[in-house]
């Protein structure tokens, strides 16, 4: 586990400030089970908020760069190629680096993803959350899903303890959901955790286990991902730019 000390002393006043001032909407997608949908979701809404005319840059900080090598590759399909939207790559390695990247990102007007590394070990990660708006934290409906998320709400829950300026709102996605699976019994369990997320924060509609989501650009999406996507990404929508698109997030 990770250091939180003399995290509160940092990031206090600084957060104050900010949160009245900024225009920007820092969207950190985490947890910290592998092979979630981190990487997929943060692309795809990526796509789906530019189509929605918002301005949107992602930031990779995972250490397998996979949404900023889909971006070069992208470049290779599609010559010439206009950017939706900037990709950079980030690491995270550095938390003193993370700090500044976050103070940077707060004077940028629009929408920040950013796909976070599934190991919750690295120190870079502390300011990542405590500067993000929001974690959309996806998992499984899967005993190990689950467990690791419990770990990872865990980590959120005590890192805003020790940051009381923190003001992050976790949104639960199931994703890869598939609705043949599942004993009663466990789907049973499987609602009553949902209903257990929702007293810390707001649970997203689901996402099906679907080949389509496999084949993801960087660019847009494709009629039947939105089909897929849109129930759950329009909920998100909401909760960030309210049901108009002005809401709490500015452009
Ligand atoms: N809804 C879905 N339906 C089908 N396949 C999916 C879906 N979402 C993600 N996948 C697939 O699951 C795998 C893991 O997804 P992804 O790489 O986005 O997870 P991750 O949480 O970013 O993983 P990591 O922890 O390794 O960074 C990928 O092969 C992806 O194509
Ligand atoms: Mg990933």
Same mark, same amino acid.
């Given at each position: 586990m990770m250091q939180m000390v003399s995290e509160e002393n940092k990031y206090s006043n600084f957060k104050l400030t900010i949160t009245k001032m900024s225009e920007v909407t820092i969207i950190t997608f985490a947890n910290q089970k592998g092979g979630v949908g981190k990487t997929t979701l943060c692309t795809m809404f990526a796509n789906y908020l530019v189509a929605k005319g918002k301005r949107t840059i992602v930031i990779d900080?995972?250490? !397998? !760069?996979t949404i900023f090598e889909k971006r070069k590759a992208d470049h290779k399909k599609y010559k010439d190629l206009k950017e939706p939207y900037k990709v950079q790559a980030f690491s995270i390695a550095d938390p003193e680096n993370v700090r500044n990247l976050m103070q940077n990102l707060r004077q940028m007007k629009g929408t920040v993803l950013i796909d976070a590394p599934g190991n919750l070990a690295q120190q870079g990660l502390i300011p990542l959350f405590v500067q993000s708006d929001y974690v959309v934290c996806p998992y499984q409906y899967e005993t190990t899903s689950i467990n690791s998320t419990v770990t990872f709400l865990g980590f959120i829950l005590q890192l805003k303890k020790r940051v009381q300026s923190m003001a992050t709102e976790i949104l639960f996605v199931v994703n890869r959901h598939d609705k043949r699976y599942g004993t009663e019994r466990e789907r049973k369990l499987w609602a009553e955790t949902d209903a257990q997320w929702a007293n810390y924060g707001k649970v997203m509609p689901k996402i099906e286990q679907r080949v389509e989501m496999q084949r993801y650009n960087t660019v847009e999406l494709t009629v039947s991902q939105e089909e897929i996507v849109t129930p759950c990404f329009d909920s998100i929508y909401n909760v960030i730019y309210g049901e108009d698109g002005h809401g709490k997030a500015k452009e």
């Amino acid at each position: 586990m990770m250091q939180m000390v003399s995290e509160e002393n940092k990031y206090s006043n600084f957060k104050l400030t900010i949160t009245k001032m900024s225009e920007v909407t820092i969207i950190t997608f985490a947890n910290q089970k592998g092979g979630v949908g981190k990487t997929t979701l943060c692309t795809m809404f990526a796509n789906y908020l530019v189509a929605k005319g918002k301005r949107t840059i992602v930031i990779d900080c995972d250490g !397998q !760069q996979t949404i900023f090598e889909k971006r070069k590759a992208d470049h290779k399909k599609y010559k010439d190629l206009k950017e939706p939207y900037k990709v950079q790559a980030f690491s995270i390695a550095d938390p003193e680096n993370v700090r500044n990247l976050m103070q940077n990102l707060r004077q940028m007007k629009g929408t920040v993803l950013i796909d976070a590394p599934g190991n919750l070990a690295q120190q870079g990660l502390i300011p990542l959350f405590v500067q993000s708006d929001y974690v959309v934290c996806p998992y499984q409906y899967e005993t190990t899903s689950i467990n690791s998320t419990v770990t990872f709400l865990g980590f959120i829950l005590q890192l805003k303890k020790r940051v009381q300026s923190m003001a992050t709102e976790i949104l639960f996605v199931v994703n890869r959901h598939d609705k043949r699976y599942g004993t009663e019994r466990e789907r049973k369990l499987w609602a009553e955790t949902d209903a257990q997320w929702a007293n810390y924060g707001k649970v997203m509609p689901k996402i099906e286990q679907r080949v389509e989501m496999q084949r993801y650009n960087t660019v847009e999406l494709t009629v039947s991902q939105e089909e897929i996507v849109t129930p759950c990404f329009d909920s998100i929508y909401n909760v960030i730019y309210g049901e108009d698109g002005h809401g709490k997030a500015k452009e």
